[in-house]
């Protein structure tokens, strides 16, 4: 399909950019990610190629939960390649890595010493002390990494590889402080942030291609959360499709919803104007019987990937913006019978990849749009988890509310200006939805 | 805001007076705190105008600068404001304390609102760097002074921390009006709904209050009004006094310029007092004196730096430095909320609306339990504990006990049944060596307990590289810090 071949071509390029890059005498080189890019697999395959030309490697992730899923995917994919799982006291190795035989497992880095490639989370890395730095350091996640966490891994390394989504959730502090705001290391800032301040010259590179997003999906995440450096869906419309197994009966707006969903990819199922407390009753009801009715139905997804594959429980998912409307949203699933759906926080739903998500709007029935609610990340994470459709849910209004508060966060020295602003982010995103626009009732 | 402040605010409202939302004060309060009510000039970020300080209600000292654009009346004023305030500190460095101790107390310093801790900050960032010989020398208490205020002003940054607190800040923190946060700012208008009036509601009262020339603004801002109309003229006339070499009228300006900015402070000053008497009203916290500990020991750092002749604070922290100050503001603020929760019933009702804490009574229990599943047999009694209340914890999450607070519970299973929720906990630590637990470790049926996933437990301090150390990735190491010599100006960094 030559449809398919030309995205395919120019992430092929930017990969071998990146790869020769790489081994040049630069001490650093940044990858921008946006979502579904084929991030993992670059990972995979830098490792990989760096381990074949004798180095040794250290790759740091931010949870576990990613360190697993690299540590899976490079063993799947390279299996002679002896790999060392470096990790804390205490922790119970998950299944997918405990069936590759050559992943081993150690708590100091003196037990994988004959291991090439030895991954761990930042948080570990930082606790190691050796004498000696390694050659090379590939760091995952990197937007989602804070500075001062660099700080205390940075020794250990001589050359490192940063890779990461600019587009997600930024770093989180409790601590209120303007203490740092405009130091070039300020560390509340990301890793990258401050690694770029003091070392202006590494280069950038940017995946253009995501396999995840649909064709439908990607110019919408582009245009809203990455209006400067953009990127291109692998596939081509019509190629990602949704298909019912049954008809529905009659006609009520939780159908609409899912039917526009399956068509064009995107749903925005709209409540009455009310203002409400954070955990809506209402909304989260709407959230499970979306849910509730797409399984109910059946449905198949046509894809590059297969030509028939079921929607299941597991893929699919509802994101919120705080923890106790995820936690309402699985108790309302849970009164369906439906216990597989997941349903959590734009935090924990960060790296993941789903067919159907249904999206609680972070500003649906608020009074006031408060920078946690208009962060362009938190919105982004939202609605770039789907393959195949993305359903959000709202309550009327939502434009309106960002018309009657402008970003008003204050302007710092030195702080350079975050694009997109949340803002407007929302604002694109909204204009987009107004045209799947589905009233309930 | 929290559900609770929400409702308490709106009782508030109702009600006409500022309601309790703490049960407990969460805050130290010294015996005898040293009041600082500063005014500075408008329209510039730090040339000080007037204050009163002090630490008896009944005896401020008031200073003025009568030419506010002097720089020299600034840096006397400087120093005389250091007379009182090292003074004060130096009170507490007698007795020595043993070693390995802290000093048994601290000097504590209460400002109106947070812009006048912003205020004592810009103060003592103009004023730690100053010589002490040459050409625009000033006296030695003045950078001084501008060690203490940078200490001071950088310790309230922790908000764990006693040392330097905002009157309107604690005062908000334990009640709740029934008026916006942006009028709770307003020291005047927010004791007027916490002590109204006889006879008056919180409302009347604050309305009574912002009437500028009976409650002026709390500073370090003055009223504009004032300025136009009072200080202007004043000013003015000891300009033209020393113009025209009139000693005498020079003397009677001066007087009143005063006169008139004792009236600007003398009502924030009676405030700040009235507050203090509030605050005493309610019992110390648990943990307080806990946190004060860390305060005395920061202290009493403080004081040996300054006898070791170390270097004054830099202007701004390194990479190194600012890392490591983060991450002790991240676990000031962890523990603050932890043992906040722990020793106030109200506060931990807020975690329990949210979901991260619960309550309810032990109905079932299996005291003896032994896992005999790994190399050595462990007891590990289980409980079930039933809520009516939501329950956040997913199995598998640690769960503590406030009363209990060496017992970790693992939760094994939760289910909901109608109304109520049952919480199956497996306890372990602090039930005695043997597999039969201590008389009273494990709770009994019927036992009304909490809990909640803060835990009040020791976190080890993360490593940072030495400041020679400094990576690539933040810049290297630091250039080594090289006092300006004598005639010559300090070299400005204006990146």
């Not at chain 1, 707006?253 to 203002?275: F, I, M, N």
């Not at chain 2, 170390?310 to 190194?320: E, F, I, K, L, M």
């Not at chain 2, 790994?374 to 006990?401: D, Q, S, Y």
Request: hydrophobic share 45%; aromatic share 6%.
């Amino acid at each position: 399909m030559t449809s398919v071949a030309g995205p395919a071509e120019l992430a092929r390029q930017a990969t071998e950019r990146i790869l020769t890059d790489l081994a040049s005498a630069e001490r650093g080189i940044v990858v921008d990610s946006p979502p579904g890019a084929g991030k993992s697999t670059l990972v995979v395959r830098a490792a990989a190629e760096l381990a074949a030309a004798g180095e040794r490697i250290m790759i740091a992730g931010q949870t576990n939960e990613q360190v697993d899923d690299l540590a899976d995917r490079l063993a799947a994919g390279h299996p002679q390649l002896s790999i060392g799982r470096l990790s804390a006291r205490g922790y119970a190795l998950s299944e997918r890595v405990a069936q590759h035989e050559s992943v081993q497992v150690g708590t100091a880095v003196a037990d994988l010493a004959r291991c090439p490639v030895v991954l761990g989370t930042a948080a570990k890395w930082a606790t190691v002390t050796e004498a000696s730095p390694w050659p090379w350091a590939i760091v995952d996640e990197a937007y989602q990494m804070r500075s001062d966490m660099l700080l205390r891994m940075a020794g250990q390394f001589e050359k490192a590889l940063f890779v990461g989504d600019p587009g997600q959730l930024d770093p989180f502090s409790v601590a209120e402080t303007e203490r740092w705001l405009g130091l070039s290391w300020d560390p509340m800032s990301s890793a990258v942030a401050v690694l770029l301040n003091h070392n202006p010259h590494i280069p950038v590179h940017t995946l253009p291609v995501s396999w995840r997003l649909s064709a439908s999906a990607a110019p919408v995440v582009s245009e809203a959360f990455y209006p400067f450096t953009g990127f291109t869906s692998a596939t081509s419309y019509g190629e990602r499709r949704l298909v019912w197994n049954t008809r529905a009966f009659g006609r009520n707006a939780v159908d609409t919803a899912l039917e526009t969903a399956a068509e064009s990819g995107w749903a925005l199922y709209e409540l009455p104007h009310r203002q409400t407390l954070r955990t809506d009753g209402e909304a989260v009801r709407a959230c499970a019987a979306l849910v509730a009715r797409l399984l109910e139905r059946g449905a198949q997804t046509v894809s590059e990937r297969a030509a028939s594959s079921p929607v299941t429980a597991s893929s699919i998912a509802v994101g919120t913006a705080h923890r106790d409307q995820a936690l309402a949203v699985r108790r309302a699933l849970a009164e369906f019978g439906i216990i597989d759906v997941v349903a959590d926080t734009a935090n924990r739903l960060q790296g993941r990849e789903f067919d159907v998500v249904v999206v609680l709007h972070p500003l649906s029935g608020r009074r006031d749009a408060t920078a946690f609610h208009l962060e362009a990340g938190r919105l982004c994470v939202l609605t770039s988890r789907h393959r195949h459709a993305c359903i959000v849910v709202a309550r009327a209004g939502i434009p309106e509310l960002l018309d009657a508060h402008p970003s008003v966060e204050p302007v710092h020295l030195g702080v350079p200006a975050k694009f997109p602003d949340g803002w407007e982010a929302n604002q694109s995103m909204m204009s987009h939805l107004a045209e799947w626009r589905v009233p309930a009732l | 805001m929290s559900l609770l402040t929400a409702l308490a605010r709106a009782l508030a409202a109702e009600t006409g007076r500022a309601q309790p939302i703490r049960t407990v004060r969460h805050v130290h309060l010294s015996d005898r705190p040293l009041v600082f009510v500063p005014l500075r000039l408008a329209g510039e970020a730090c040339a000080p105008l007037a204050a009163l300080v002090g630490d008896d209600p009944g005896n401020p000292v008031m200073l003025t600068v009568h030419e506010p654009r002097d720089r020299t009346q600034r840096f006397d004023f400087a120093a005389a404001l250091a007379a009182v305030i090292v003074s004060y500190v130096d009170g507490y460095t007698m007795p020595e304390p043993a070693l390995g101790t802290p000093y048994s107390d601290a000097p504590q310093l209460l400002v109106p609102n947070p812009q006048a801790i912003g205020f004592a900050r810009l103060l003592g960032r103009s004023t730690r760097f100053r010589r002490t010989e040459g050409e625009f020398a000033v006296k030695e208490s003045v950078p001084l002074l501008g060690r203490w205020l940078s200490f001071y002003s950088e310790r309230s940054e922790s908000p764990a921390s006693a040392l330097l607190v905002s009157m309107t800040a604690v005062l908000a923190d334990h009640w709740a009006t029934g008026q916006s946060a942006a009028e709770d700012a307003n020291l005047a208008a927010l004791l007027a709904w916490i002590a109204p009036a006889p006879g008056m509601t919180g409302a009347a009262s604050a309305r009574a209050a912002e009437d500028p020339i009976r409650f002026p603004p709390a500073g370090p801002t003055t009223d504009p009004s004032f300025d136009n109309e009072v200080l202007r003229t004043r000013v003015n006339a000891i300009r033209v006094a020393k113009a025209t070499g009139d000693g005498e009228a020079l003397l009677r300006a001066r007087a009143a310029t005063e006169a008139a900015l004792r009236t600007q402070l003398e009502p924030t000053w009676e405030l700040m007092w009235l507050g203090v008497d509030l605050l005493r009203g309610l019992s110390e916290g648990a943990h307080v004196a806990d946190r004060w500990k860390s305060d005395r020991w920061a202290f009493t750092g403080h004081v040996a730096r300054l006898r070791e002749g170390g270097a004054p604070q830099p202007r701004r922290d390194g990479a190194v430095a600012s890392a490591a100050k983060l991450a002790r503001l991240e676990r000031d603020q962890q523990r603050l909320d932890v043992q906040r929760a722990y020793d106030d019933p109200l506060v931990m009702a807020e975690y329990r609306l949210a979901g991260e804490a619960f309550a309810g009574a032990v109905a079932d229990a299996w005291p003896d339990r032994v896992d005999t599943s790994g190399k050595r047999a462990k007891l590990r009694p289980w409980i079930v504990l039933e809520t009516a209340e939501r329950v956040m914890a997913a199995p598998g999450a640690t769960v503590t006990c406030p009363d209990r607070p060496g017992q970790d519970a693992e939760i094994i299973d939760v289910t909901v049944a109608g109304r109520a929720t049952r919480v199956t906990l497996q306890l372990s630590g602090g039930m005695g060596r043997s597999l039969v637990a201590l008389p009273g470790s494990v709770p009994a049926v019927g036992e009304e307990l909490t809990y909640t996933a803060l835990r009040d437990g020791f976190e080890p301090v993360p490593r940072f590289p030495d400041r020679e150390q400094t990576p690539w990735t933040h810049g290297g190491p630091p250039p080594e810090y090289v006092p300006a010599v004598d005639g010559e100006d300090a070299a400005e960094d204006l990146s």
